[in-house]
Structures are given as C-alpha cells and as structure tokens.
C-alpha cells in the first residue's frame, strides 16, 4: 500500500424519507434565529415553504440563485444578508443554490445549511466557484463548508427523470476522478467505489420509475460519498474541461459533466489502471468494456445527452477551450500541458461529436 496522509472534515448529516421535518431542530443546534432561505426561481415555492415552516426563524427568501454563480448574482445575495441581518442561510436545491450559499459564507462567514434536492455534491465540500468576466474561477475555504446537510428523498421527487440522471453522472465524475487523485487514500477509494455503485444501481431504476422512493434514496447516498470524495482529495482534467465548459461557454453543469466523463476518463485510462478497473467494478463489470465506454453507455441507455453539440456548444468554440485548458492545468495523471493541446482538442472533438469511447 502507497504512503498517505488522510484528514477529514464532515458536516452534520440528516438522512431519510421526512428528514426535514428536523429543520427547526437543526437551526436551533447551528444557534441560529435569522435564516435566509436560498433557491433557484424554479424553486422559489420550496425556499417560501421552507420559510414558512421556519416561521420567526426566517430572515426572508433569496431566490435568485443561477449556475455558475456570477459574481453579480453573489453580491446581490450578500447584501441582501447583510440587509436583513441574517445570521445563516439555508440553501435549497442543487449545485446552483449551495454554490451561492458558499459565496455568501465566504464574505460574511454565515453558516449554512443545506438541502440538496439533486445529486451535485457540493454540499460535502469546501469547493466554491464564482464566475467573472467570463471567467469561473474556484477555490477552498473550510468556511464555505455547509455546516449541516439535511438529505430528504422525498424532497428529490419532484426533480425530473432526465435531470436525476444528469446530476448523478455529475455526482459519479467526482468519485471517478477522486480514484486517480495526487492525494488520494484508500479511505476515499472505499467512499468513491460505493458512490459510483449506489449511483449506476440508482439512476437505471429511477429512469424505469421516477417516483421510486427507495431509488431515490440510493441516489441521494451515493451523491452524499461522491461529494465526500470531491471535498476531500484533488480533482483532475475532467473538473477542468468542465469548469472551462460551464464559466466560459455557460453550458448546462451537470450535462457538460455527463458528456465529458467518458471522454475524459478515456484519455486518463493508460495512467490510471487500478481506477479504472475499480470504477468497472463499480459499473458491473461483467462484461468486456471499458470504464469509459460503461460511462457511456450509462448515460446515453438513461436518456443522457453524450454530445456537446447536443448542449449548446459551437463547433467553432473548441479551439479556445482547449487553449484556456492548457493555459492553467489542474493536476493530472496523464500530461496536460501546453505541449498536450492537441491531445485536449481531440478528446473536446470526441466530446462534441458524442463518439463512444471504445
């Protein structure tokens, strides 16, 4: 076994069917009395709901949050904290939602708590992203860290077949990159195989039923080690492709996730093989494919879309994602530097023409 160096900071985790019937509870332990509550527009009749069982505890409801979180929409939202003297805020929703609770902690350093109502993972890590100029930039601070995560299956029902399987590959991309990380640990690994087999169990079962509680639950476990993975160890050249994709070309999170997994983990494949047949494993690894090509086929067998074309991406935009992508590389198991820029716009042309990694 490898040398390793293992340090691990975890919220408070609320788990099951009616869980937010603990909300008021899990205030009073955060000390609170003024919560904000947070969503998208979409969500905006959950965030008031939330609110309204809050009662005097609800400072107000924000939602306003969008993906990618501008930095317009995050100021916004830490002056109306400031505003209303909240003292917490309360993030309902996905990646979108938690990320602009972050943006508010790491101004003011209010404490969050966090409902996901989609697989993202964001609520188990550290990881904030701001977007400017075009530009998403991204970072750690263990005070963006939700200090409780209140996980609820039924909350999750109402999310539409095709997003459920979109955000679980999403979730899926974390554990698969935490499997080949510069600082990796067996722990992780453990936490990462789980998540990856929990999530390609579930996401099959919700497409044959979208209202199967039990499935649902599956999903929200697996996301919970996903993005126990994604706080804990270094990501690689997915989250960059991803990162570039979504803050510079303002693609779809989690289906820029979905399309560029395989791709990506096709190009990683000859410097990461114990990851690969870990994630196989995790896959159901009965039959002779590749880690890639099972990633693949689990999204496009679920309705996934496995093209960038499909997404919003421009043929003629390729050239410069490959250039902002070597211009300031993440850590990666295999060379992605300026001299491996060919490399990366093959595999961005892969991604684009949904070409099955084989």
Wanted: charged fraction near 20%; aromatic fraction near 4%; include cysteine.
């Amino acid at each position: 076994m490898k040398d390793f160096v293992y340090h691990h900071a975890s919220p408070r985790v609320v788990f099951g069917a009616g869980a937010l019937a603990h909300l008021e509870r899990e205030i009073d332990l955060l000390r609170a009395r003024r919560a904000l509550v947070l969503s998208t527009p979409e969500q905006a009749a959950q965030a008031q709901s939330v609110a309204d069982r809050l009662g005097a505890r609800a400072a107000g409801v924000f939602p306003h949050a969008v993906m990618h979180v501008p930095i317009e929409t995050a100021r916004q939202a830490q002056d109306e904290a400031r505003r209303l003297g909240a003292d917490c805020a309360v993030a309902i929703g996905g990646g979108s939602t938690i990320g602009l609770g972050k943006a508010i902690a790491l101004d003011a350093g209010l404490p969050i708590l966090a409902i996901p109502t989609t697989y993202a993972g964001s609520e188990m890590t550290p990881i904030y992203g701001i977007t400017e100029a075009g530009q998403k930039k991204t970072g750690r601070d263990a005070r963006v860290r939700p200090r409780t995560v209140i996980y609820d299956p039924e909350l999750t029902l109402t999310l539409p077949v095709p997003l459920s399987v979109t955000s679980g590959m999403n979730a899926i991309a974390h554990a698969a990159e935490g499997l080949y990380a510069r600082d990796g640990n067996p722990v992780m690994a453990l936490m990462a195989e789980e998540g990856v087999r929990a999530l390609a169990q579930a996401l099959p079962a919700l497409t044959r039923r979208g209202d199967d509680l039990a499935a649902r639950g599956d999903a929200l476990y697996g996301a919970w080690l996903c993005g126990t993975v994604l706080g804990s160890v270094g990501m690689a050249l997915h989250h960059k492709l991803c990162h570039v994709l979504g803050g510079s070309f303002n693609l779809p999170h989690a289906e820029v996730h979905t399309v560029v997994l395989p791709q990506a983990i096709a190009f990683n494949a000859p410097a990461a093989p114990e990851a690969m047949a870990r994630i196989q494993r995790a896959l159901g690894g009965a039959t002779p494919r590749s880690a890639a090509a099972a990633l693949f086929d689990l999204a496009r067998d679920n309705g996934a879309p496995v093209a960038l074309r499909d997404i919003g991406m421009k043929a003629d935009e390729l050239e410069r994602a490959a250039d902002i992508v070597v211009a300031n590389p993440y850590w990666n198991p295999r060379a992605v530097g300026v001299a491996e820029r060919d490399g990366i716009l093959a595999l961005l042309r892969r991604a684009f023409d949904g070409v099955r990694p084989d």
